[in-house]
């Protein structure tokens, strides 16, 4: 007789959550740990990011070069030597942010070159445009700096452990000068164990 | 019927047990720019219990504001949690909201672990830690 009751209260309690049917839909903390597979995930773009643009900004002489002036810099594709497919504009896009974000920097953007010019030619060649109001040609700044860099990885799996290290370097170069004037490196280990139930 | 409460009630009480296994405990310390310390909140099991956060320095790299934590395990076994730092202006409105990821972190028995981070401006004038198991 309990254990009936008991059962009632169970199947009662079952029926109540199934009430909403249809898929689970939740939205969550982008900044969150994920650690679903051992691949190149959002914690770890969040990290490179977050450790190499402190690592920039806190370098002596860039603090000193930065005091008095906003120099400009450019961002080279970042060079992906994993066997993974990674979005490293991504990477670079999370960078150039931060360090715009900062004040301490200013940047040219390479990847909108096209466009630009598509504007400028539509403003002074479509004679739509006031030429009083136009923008000229030929007053763009040109970059002092460039920023780059390298992504590589090393993988060992046996039967039951997959361990992933990734090593991601990137460095800043005076275009003028030739000379490497910071350089970074975030490293990362993951390792990923198989369940005793997906053996 | 009374019998059947005691029942419900003892059902209720495993499912509530069941769902605390995932719960987000998390303390805050929060560091004013004269490098005054002034714990807000600690009412985390994890870290009242195990962890402690027994140094905070403050520094600038220019004018941004450059902060250290030094995390101590005081407990007997490895601990695994996350933190994250939040940034603060003057008047207490947060700076770069979720400019910061939580970032996993791993201490030994009795070991202490320094944890950097560099403000994401000039504006920032404080900043919070907080710890997540």
């Known amino acids: 007789m309990k254990l009936t009751k ?27 740990v ?20 402190d690592d920039l900004l806190s370098f002596p002489p860039i603090t000193q070069m930065t005091a008095t002036r906003r120099p400009v810099m450019f961002v080279d ?10 979005d490293t504009e991504s990477i670079t896009d999370t960078v150039q942010t931060k360090i715009l974000k900062s004040g301490k920097f200013r940047f040219v953007d390479m990847t909108a070159v096209r466009q630009i010019q598509e504007q400028l030619n539509f403003q002074m060649d479509s004679g739509m445009v006031d030429p009083g109001k136009a923008v000229a040609f030929g007053k763009q700044t040109g970059a002092e700096f460039m920023l780059y860099g390298n992504m590589s990885s090393i993988v060992k799996r046996n039967d039951s452990t997959k361990d992933v290290y ?31 139930f997906s053996l | 019927m009374r019998t059947n409460l005691i029942k419900l009630a003892g059902v209720a009480f495993i499912a509530s047990v069941i769902s605390a296994c995932a719960v987000n405990e998390t303390a805050t310390v929060e560091v004013g720019p004269d490098g005054t310390k002034q714990i807000i909140e600690s009412n985390s099991g994890l870290l009242a219990a195990s962890l402690e956060i027994v140094d905070n320095k403050v520094g600038y790299s220019g004018d941004l504001l450059r902060v250290q934590a030094t995390i101590k395990n005081d407990s007997r076994s490895a601990l695994s949690f996350r933190y994250k730092f939040k940034w603060l202006d003057k008047d207490g409105f947060e700076v770069a909201v979720d400019g910061r990821p939580w970032t996993p972190l791993t201490i030994t028995p009795y070991e202490s672990k320094s944890v950097q981070a560099l403000a994401p401006n000039p504006t920032v004038k404080a900043f919070k830690i907080l710890v997540q198991d």
Not at chain 1, 6 to 32: E, Q, R
Not at chain 1, 77 to 86: F, G, L, R, S, V
Not at chain 1, 168 to 196: C, D, P, Y
């Open chain 1, 166 to 196: 990734y090593k991601f370097t990137m460095k800043m170069v005076n275009l003028e000068t030739g000379i490497m004037e910071w350089a970074g490196e975030k490293e990362i280990r993951k390792t990923g164990e198989k369940s005793f």
């Open chain 1, 6 to 32: 008991l059962f009632v209260v169970l199947v009662a309690s079952l029926v109540l959550s199934a009430c909403a049917n249809g898929p689970k839909i939740s939205y969550g903390d982008a900044t969150a």
């Open chain 1, 77 to 86: 594709k970042i060079k992906n030597k994993t066997t993974e497919h990674i």
């Open chain 1, 34 to 53: 994920e650690t679903t597979t051992t691949d190149f995930g959002s914690t770890d773009l969040q990290t490179i990011a977050a450790t190499l643009v």
